[in-house]
């Protein structure tokens, strides 16, 4: 069973639309990231969320929007989307943040290229 | 700010050993993690140090030292699976990862 897992695994799209990436976890973890990795591999967080609480928000345009429906799942919505959102998009897990062991499961990333 | 620091790339040969090095400047600190990735595929969890020292796993050992603000990555009998990015992480006093760039190990025959 996939522990962490992302839809779709590719994007392609045009400037100026709007999609969305989905993530599951199954393993009953608190809390739920976004990341951005770009051509230079470099891995920055975007959101977390805690038990359905936005607890981290990096200075991330409001173009893209996180929806946690419940604990299992962090989706990832982007509006008017620009060449430069063009990444990796990791989705990843841990068990909580009060735990000072928080290894993070990640999911198998979401391509998105804008053209 | 807060900052962690490791090399962009590293060559070594089937066989040896190699050792990985990172520095961090975070605000506080409640451990450092590293993380394996292979290209194209997600960051998958290695090791996770928290008290000074040395944590051996198999072929792969992680060491820090918090005075230094100082941790390393040492890989044994290298395989030619071995060559992926190295991705070094600080867990600050929030509890919050800051990540490094990352260090592409790349293993010759």
């Known amino acids: 069973d996939t522990a962490v897992s992302q839809t779709p695994k590719y994007l392609v799209t045009q400037m100026g639309n709007d999609k969305s990436i989905k993530c599951e976890q199954n393993?009953?973890?608190?809390?739920m990231y976004w990341y951005k990795q770009d051509s230079k591999k470099f891995l920055k967080i975007m959101f977390s969320?805690?038990?359905?609480?936005?607890?981290i928000n990096e200075t991330v345009p409001n173009r893209f929007s996180p929806k946690s429906p419940d604990k299992a799942h962090l989706n990832l919505h982007i509006n008017s989307l620009e060449l430069g959102d063009s990444a990796v998009y990791f989705c990843?897990?841990?068990?909580?943040?009060?735990?000072?062991?928080?290894?993070?499961?990640f999911g198998p990333g979401t391509r998105l290229t804008v053209l | 700010g807060q900052n962690i620091d490791q090399p962009t790339e590293m060559t070594a040969t089937e066989g040896a050993i190699v050792q990985i090095n990172c520095t961090y400047q975070?605000?506080?600190?409640?451990?450092l993690f590293w993380y394996q990735q292979h290209a194209g595929e997600a960051p998958t969890f290695l090791s996770y140090?928290?008290l000074d020292g040395l944590e051996e796993k198999g072929r792969f050992s992680s060491f820090l030292s918090r005075s230094k603000g100082y941790s390393y990555l040492l890989l044994k009998e290298l395989q030619m699976k071995d060559s992926a990015s190295y991705l070094c992480?600080?867990?600050?006093?929030?509890?919050?990862?800051?990540w490094g760039a990352g260090t592409k190990l790349i293993i010759k025959p």
């Open positions: 992480a600080a867990l600050d006093s929030n509890y919050q990862l800051i």
């Open positions: 140090n928290v």
């Open positions: 975070t605000s506080g600190f409640n451990g």
């Open positions: 969320y805690n038990n359905k609480e936005l607890i």
């Open positions: 393993l009953g973890h608190d809390t």
């Open positions: 990843a897990s841990s068990q909580g943040l009060q735990d000072s062991y928080n290894e993070q499961f």
